[in-house]
């Protein structure tokens, strides 16, 4: 007789970065990142019992709000080597500060169709309630899960899991602080089980960015009677701008002329400072209205929001992306047009890879 087949171990790499769930207090007051990723993982209840092997990766011990560009960039290279190794999926550990941002950016550098979920908590292991050791449960099961894959980098929080393009923090200090505004969450964790209940549409991703490459990148938001001196003063220091502009993409008309000539230098993105719904392209006609500016040069973000614009427009600077590519890479990130516009090719799911293959064998 033939020897019975096994089923793969299931294996999650747990990178540990510091923040809020990894922090206690110190000699002083207020607390700080202490606890190793070792630390994280041990205190979570029922993680024995889950039939997944964990592996632990102490990679940085900082708040969230410290993290780099330098310091994502170099985590979805080494998440990218134990995925390539044979992980079943990757878990990063963060401070909340800046996971919409971080786990955008190691979406669009993440090319394997093993997940990569992003997970930190609201409440210090300090406090009562702490929500760590639930979070990272719940997303060592979403990374150890076959419904997880394709889905490019997910954050994990309160058993809701979001799609990284679409996540934001909405609130300082509520447990339930992520949302996806525009979409809602695309699955959930029930009884131990990953439930999807949709799946994105398409991945984008980028190639590595140089680490020689220091693109500035900035962002400024409008404000009632913002003041045009201040585009001026920043402007020169700017290989890139987000505008962060009213509701459907306006700015007061004494921004239109510093706009008009930062954007015939750098590009310049504009996006919309509220919180959900897209930027227009047509609908009004007066100085400083979205029609206005994009004729103006102005670069459309759609549905693409001011924080992940810049993650976005600074990534294709690094990446030393064609200045004649940087508008298409944005009209596709930000729903405005299909993903055969993009400029790289696309990951293809795993799924359809191996339809190719038997197709052609």
Request: charged content about 15%.
């Amino acid at each position: 007789m033939s020897p019975t087949p096994t089923t793969p171990a299931l294996r999650v790499v747990v990178f540990g970065l510091g923040g809020t769930i990894a922090m206690t207090s110190g000699a002083g007051e207020g607390v700080s990142p202490t606890l190793s990723a070792h630390d994280l993982v041990d205190a979570v209840p029922g993680l024995a019992s889950a039939g997944i092997d964990i592996e632990v990766v102490d990679f940085r011990r900082r708040p969230g709000a410290s993290l780099t560009f330098a310091d994502v960039t170099a985590l979805a290279s080494a998440a990218t080597r134990e995925l390539a190794e044979g992980a079943t999926g990757v878990v990063v550990a963060q401070g909340t500060d800046t996971i919409e941002e971080t786990a955008y950016l190691l979406d669009l550098l993440h090319q394997r169709p093993e997940p990569v979920v992003v997970t930190g908590a609201m409440r210090n292991p300090t406090m009562a309630g702490a929500d760590g050791p639930a979070n990272i449960l719940a997303a060592i099961q979403t990374a150890a899960s076959p419904a997880a894959r394709d889905q490019g980098c997910l954050v994990v929080l309160a058993d809701e899991i979001h799609a990284a393009r679409w996540a934001a923090k909405t609130h300082s200090t509520n447990g339930a602080t992520f949302r996806s505004p525009d979409t809602g969450p695309i699955g959930y964790i029930m009884e131990g089980a990953v439930q999807l209940l949709t799946r994105v549409p398409h991945r984008l991703t980028i190639p590595t960015p140089s680490q020689n490459e220091k693109a500035r990148v900035g962002l400024h938001t409008v404000s009632l009677d913002d003041d045009p001196t201040l585009l001026d003063t920043i402007g020169p220091h700017c290989d890139g701008l987000v505008v962060a502009g009213f509701g459907v993409g306006h700015v007061p008309e004494p921004l239109v002329q510093p706009l008009t000539t930062l954007a015939a230098r750098i590009p310049v993105v504009l996006a919309s400072r509220t919180p959900a719904g897209p930027t227009l392209t047509r609908t009004y006609g007066f100085p400083g209205s979205e029609r206005d500016l994009l004729t103006r040069g102005l670069i459309p973000a759609g549905w693409l929001h001011p924080y992940k614009a810049r993650i976005l427009l600074r990534a294709l600077l690094a990446a030393q992306t064609k200045p004649q590519d940087i508008a298409p890479a944005f009209a596709v990130a930000g729903n405005l047009d299909g993903p055969a516009s993009w400029p790289w090719p696309t990951p293809t799911p795993i799924g359809d890879e191996r339809r190719h293959q038997t197709a052609h064998a």
